[in-house]
């Protein structure tokens, strides 16, 4: 998927001839729930210390290096829109056979409708009237995730779920994650509500 590295830059972890500022206790609080909540889980013990640490000082918590083809995606809508849902599932199961699911996926043949198997769940990524009157990127990108999400739970081995971040944007971004660790970045303040993770939950 195309990609110009602004999502890097966006989530970068402070250097040293940054703005030397330090986080509050709202950063603190973040850290910690967002270190229970599990989002560094696939990280050594050492590293997770680290991006606790440095989400405690101010950094940002979503550390693309740190996160990036772990539990963080790409997931370009225009792309999906235009037939890419199955390619895009596919680089994706490999991360979600850790949490308890095998993805089959294969695209419909159908005239009018852009439709998806999904472990043979029928998903209608998009209809002629989403072009019409809806935001297809962003609807290419949700619909099949919030699929994902019902084998995630169907699975039970993790409260991981699937959350989108511009959804529909050619640098749409989709984030394995804690519900819980989501609403600690929500709670904390810090974020507008655009610059947290939205649970992928369909229509």
């Given at each position: 998927m195309k990609f110009d590295g602004e999502a890097a830059r966006r989530f970068r972890p402070r250097d040293a001839g940054d703005d030397p500022c330090?986080?509050?206790?709202r950063h603190r609080v973040m850290a910690e729930a967002l270190n229970r909540y599990g989002?560094?889980?696939h990280l050594s013990a050492e590293l997770r210390e680290s991006a606790m640490a440095e989400v405690a000082t101010g950094c940002?918590?979503?550390h693309f290096d740190l996160l990036f083809?772990?539990?963080?995606?790409?997931?370009?809508?225009?792309?999906?829109?235009e037939g890419g849902v199955e390619r895009f599932l596919r680089a994706l199961?490999?991360?979600?056979?850790?949490?308890?699911?095998?993805?089959e996926v294969e695209t419909v043949p159908d005239v009018d409708d852009y439709i998806v198997s999904i472990n043979g769940i029928r998903c209608m990524v998009l209809r002629p009237?989403?072009?019409?009157?809806?935001?297809p990127w962003a609807l290419s990108t949700v619909?099949?995730?919030a699929v994902v999400?019902?084998?995630?739970?169907?699975?039970?081995r993790s409260a991981l779920r699937a959350h989108t971040l511009y959804a529909g944007g050619n640098e749409g971004l989709v984030f394995l994650m804690d519900p819980r660790a989501a609403e600690a970045m929500r709670a904390s303040g810090l974020f507008p509500e655009h610059e947290v993770p939205a649970l992928a939950d369909g229509e």
């Open positions: 330090r986080g509050d206790e989002l560094w889980d940002h918590p979503l083809e772990q539990i963080e995606f790409f997931a370009d809508g225009e792309e999906l829109a199961a490999p991360a979600l056979v850790r949490y308890g699911v095998v993805l009237e989403d072009w019409e009157g809806g935001d619909r099949p995730l999400n019902q084998l995630l739970a169907a699975a039970g």
